[in-house]
């Protein structure tokens, strides 16, 4: 955990602690970590603790409700309301979420029930950053994950939900979301160039003298609302420029990625 700022340790270290001290030792096989805080790209005012620790059987309702007061402790210490996580056995890793029955999840610090944040782009990230923070057995990453796989993930990301959200985007949008409009589109695209999982922060920073300039203004706003400078609220013209932007985005990646003659031709 070496690219790990030093309070980010203590809060893992207390969560590994309530658990160890709250569960039997069998039940708790590991607890990996993915996303910002592996790459060494942590942002103290907006990233979240990425994390999946695997646990050997499903709990039982008395052990569900220990886990949520176990997140609840956790929410009064400095970030561990950004504990975002779940919660599965071994032989669900790997799989999507259509072929998972519902399982414990963490987000902003409350545990719930249901469905989250898993996809190609979740498995690929855990498997290549293989962080562990328990180191209490010899427990591997076993399950099978390609590049093609996180770039059709990436793929449906564009072109079901992002092609989605500009058609149906109101006239005005909180900042919240321009930013993460904008920094989520920007790494799907340096993440799509560079074959490797990047941070938001790096993508915003690769693409703002991209498109001759065009959008530098925009996401400049989308770093400085992260860093949490949000100035004023997004505009009728700020909202106007994230849509053109993610239009734009989508024609790129549509030509340079996923033009199947230009596949062809390449392979």
């Not at 220990?66 to 504990?83: C, F, N, Q, S």
């Not at 993508?203 to 989308?222: C, H, P, T, Y």
Request: with cysteine.
């Amino acid at each position: 955990m070496t690219n790990i700022p030093p309070v980010i340790k203590e809060t893992l270290s207390t969560y590994e602690k309530f658990l160890l001290s709250e569960f039997p030792a069998e039940l708790i096989i590991e607890t990996y970590l993915y996303g910002s805080i592996t790459l060494g790209a942590f942002e103290v005012n907006s990233s979240d603790i990425d994390f999946v620790t695997v646990i050997k059987r499903p709990l039982t309702i008395r052990e569900e409700n220990t886990l949520k007061e176990v997140h609840k402790k956790m929410a009064g210490i400095p970030y561990g309301d950004r504990m975002d996580g779940m919660y599965l056995t071994r032989e669900n890793l790997g799989k999507k979420n259509r072929d998972l029955e519902p399982y414990l999840y963490c987000a902003e610090g409350e545990l719930h029930k249901g469905h989250w944040d898993i996809n190609a782009v979740t498995w690929y990230g855990l498997k290549a950053a293989n962080t562990r923070i328990l180191h209490k057995t010899d427990h591997q990453l076993n399950y099978e994950i390609s590049w093609k796989d996180v770039k059709e993930e990436m793929k449906y990301n564009l072109y079901s939900y992002w092609k989605g959200k500009i058609e149906k985007a109101p006239l005005y949008v909180p900042n919240e979301w321009v930013e993460f409009a904008v920094s989520t589109l920007c790494r799907i695209l340096i993440t799509l160039e560079e074959e490797r999982i990047v941070s938001k922060r790096e993508a915003l920073i690769k693409v703002r003298d991209r498109f001759n300039g065009r959008f530098s203004e925009l996401i400049q706003k989308a770093l400085s609302i992260r860093e949490g400078k949000s100035g004023e609220s997004a505009s009728e013209d700020m909202t106007r420029e994230t849509i053109y932007f993610i239009e734009c985005v989508l024609d790129f990646c549509e030509d340079r990625f996923f033009n199947e003659k230009m596949v062809s031709k390449t392979e």
